[in-house]
Nanobody, 124 residues
Framework: QVQLVESGGGLVQTGGSLRLSCAASGRAVTSYSMGWFRQPPGKEREFVAAISRSGDSTDYGDSVKGRFTISRDNAKNTVYLQMNSLKPEDTGVYYC?????????????????WGQGTQVTVSS
């Protein structure tokens, strides 16, 4: 199994950028495909981005495509989410997740492990 800890959230103005990190422990992140999900206030958790085990394949939710970039540094056992051109609707708790498959997925129920979440707030 793997333990995931997100960091890097905070308060940013519309149009700004944040870089989230997800540090893995217990088992190397190379064993998993990885994903990011978010939960806006009062809403259900939704898909943001995913990356395959090797890092050669990525996928993004329509609302973040072209603005967010998921990446991984397997040597550091960490996955990242670079968020640019942030909008107020990007506000929410962002969760890192790990899937016991080399292939990335946008489905929450296909992920096996979850971090505690990190708050991102975009002000206007």
């Amino acid at each position: 199994q793997v333990q995931l800890v997100e960091s890097g959230g905070g308060l940013v103005q519309t149009g700004g950028s944040l870089r989230l990190s997800c540090a893995a422990s217990g088992r190397a992140v190379t064993s998993y495909s990885m994903g990011w999900f978010r939960q806006p206030p009062g809403k259900e958790r939704e898909f943001v981005a995913a990356i395959s085990r090797s890092g050669d394949s990525t996928d993004y939710g329509d609302s973040v495509k072209g603005r967010f970039t998921i990446s991984r540094d397997n040597a550091k056992n960490t996955v990242y989410l670079q968020m640019n051109s942030l909008k107020p609707e990007d506000t929410g708790v962002y969760y890192c997740a790990a899937r016991s498959s080399p292939w990335r997925s946008s489905r929450q129920d296909e992920y096996d492990y979850w971090g505690q979440g990190t708050q991102v707030t975009v002000s206007s």
